[in-house]
């Protein structure tokens, strides 16, 4: 039986389908696990590296050092394929609205904030300069929102000219369901809702009024291989279920 979390895997692993020779920047064990069963799959150009500054000329299971190296990929190398759009990263999120402006900085009033979390890192210049998608391990109103407290990742319509070329809101992947940008005045849109969930779970689960897609379906089934390379060969202990909730 395919459990939600590998759902949630599969989900993921398809944000990077079509992508080529691209960095797969993945943030969360979810969307590693994704990242890297692409590349053993449908994307076998993608790179992926081994969460500091390698990049692994195989494909290791989570929490493993690779076997080969292809390339090192220090910081200021790693910025440099961020501002050339060469580079396709998943990030979590504390707070989304509907055009996808992202908050990982501070909950409430930002002269005196109720909660401080991470801070901007590099949530600015990651959706400024290369496509970005969202990883959200817990769909609730706490995290699809009206309006963000601060605006740390670039929503839709606030870039133009050069400064926005790279510009590029992908998809949204929860542990319910998957979203894209393909609302009217390009709103956040509900595509695909993971078997056992439906459509009022989710909406219900927004903070804002959430747009259906015509095509509704349900997150596509992994096939046997698929399976096998998650629970034998990418996380033979289980850590994505860890993160995602049955």
Same mark, same amino acid.
């Given at each position: 039986?395919?459990?939600?979390?590998?759902?949630?895997?599969?989900?993921?692993?398809?944000?990077?389908?079509?992508?080529?020779?691209?960095?797969?920047?993945?943030?969360?064990?979810?969307?590693?696990?994704?990242?890297?069963?692409?590349?053993?799959?449908?994307?076998?150009?993608?790179?992926?590296?081994?969460?500091?500054?390698?990049?692994?000329?195989?494909?290791?299971?989570?929490?493993?050092?690779?076997?080969?190296?292809?390339?090192?990929?220090?910081?200021? =190398? *790693?910025?440099?394929? @961020?501002?050339?759009?060469?580079?396709? /990263?998943?990030? %979590?999120?504390? #707070?989304?609205?509907?055009? &996808?402006?992202?908050?990982?900085?501070?909950?409430?009033?930002?002269?005196?904030?109720?909660?401080?979390?991470?801070?901007?890192?590099?949530?600015?210049?990651?959706?400024?300069?290369?496509?970005?998608?969202?990883?959200?391990? =817990? *769909?609730?109103?706490? @995290?699809?929102?009206?309006?963000?407290? /601060?605006?740390? %990742?670039?929503? #839709?319509?606030?870039?133009? &000219?050069?400064?926005?070329?790279?510009?590029?809101?992908?998809?949204?992947?929860?542990?319910?369901?998957?979203?894209?940008?393909?609302?009217?005045?390009?709103?956040?849109?509900?595509?695909?809702?993971?078997?056992?969930?439906?459509?009022?779970?989710?909406?219900?689960?927004?903070?804002?009024?959430? /747009?259906?897609?015509?095509?509704?379906?349900?997150?596509?089934?992994?096939?046997?291989?698929?399976?096998?390379?998650?629970?034998?060969?990418?996380?033979?202990?289980?850590?994505?279920?860890?993160?995602?909730?049955?």
């Amino acid at each position: 039986m395919t459990t939600r979390a590998e759902y949630c895997v599969i989900a993921c692993a398809e944000a990077w389908r079509g992508d080529g020779e691209v960095l797969a920047a993945a943030m969360g064990t979810v969307p590693t696990i994704g990242a890297r069963l692409a590349k053993l799959t449908f994307e076998p150009e993608l790179l992926v590296t081994d969460g500091e500054a390698m990049i692994a000329a195989d494909v290791p299971a989570l929490g493993a050092a690779p076997a080969a190296v292809e390339g090192w990929l220090p910081f200021r =190398r *790693h910025l440099e394929l @961020v501002a050339r759009g060469h580079r396709h /990263v998943m990030m %979590g999120a504390s #707070q989304l609205d509907r055009h &996808g402006n992202q908050n990982i900085s501070a909950i409430g009033d930002w002269a005196r904030p109720t909660r401080q979390l991470l801070g901007m890192r590099g949530a600015p210049g990651n959706t400024a300069n290369n496509p970005t998608s969202y990883w959200v391990p =817990r *769909h609730s109103t706490r @995290v699809f929102v009206e309006r963000v407290d /601060v605006v740390c %990742g670039v929503g #839709q319509h606030r870039l133009s &000219g050069p400064a926005g070329r790279f510009h590029e809101l992908r998809r949204i992947v929860s542990d319910r369901a998957v979203l894209d940008f393909g609302g009217p005045d390009h709103a956040v849109r509900l595509v695909s809702v993971h078997p056992g969930v439906t459509v009022d779970q989710v909406t219900a689960a927004t903070g804002f009024p959430l /747009v259906v897609a015509a095509g509704l379906a349900e997150t596509r089934e992994p096939s046997a291989e698929e399976l096998r390379l998650i629970r034998e060969v990418l996380d033979p202990r289980g850590a994505r279920d860890r993160e995602v909730r049955g």
